[in-house]
């Protein structure tokens, strides 16, 4: 069964930072891209970050770089979003996405990002 569980969200003061982690499991993690994707209340989904299958190929939304970096541990089924300098716009559901060509892609649940004073 594949599963894509997010986690490490929360509510967090502008500056602020936050580790989002998400776990995969139920199929080949090291084939796969890797991305994060957001979605804020009205607005459609947009990517935010994304890692190859070796993680040398890492690429930003405009709107968060510099502030988060993506990375990703084959070891252990694994990729993470750093974010830091977070904004009130980077409020969002952060959704892990696993991308491979011909294959239908995988979702995680979520895990909701709210920067607030």
């Known amino acids: 069964q594949v599963q894509l569980v997010e986690s490490g969200g929360g509510l967090v003061q502008p500056g602020g930072s936050l580790r989002l982690s998400c776990a995969a499991s139920g199929f080949t993690f090291s084939n796969y891209v890797m991305r994060w994707y957001r979605q804020a209340p009205g607005k459609e989904r947009e990517l935010v970050a994304g890692?190859?299958?070796?993680?040398?190929?890492?690429n930003y939304a405009d709107s968060v770089k510099g502030r988060f970096t993506i990375s990703r541990d084959n070891a252990k089924n694994t990729v993470y979003l750093e974010m830091n300098s977070l904004k009130f716009e980077d409020t969002a559901t952060y959704y892990c996405n696993a991308w491979r060509i011909l294959r239908v892609p995988y979702w995680g649940r979520g895990t909701q990002v709210t920067v607030s004073s």
């Open positions: 890692i190859s299958i070796s993680g040398d190929t890492i």
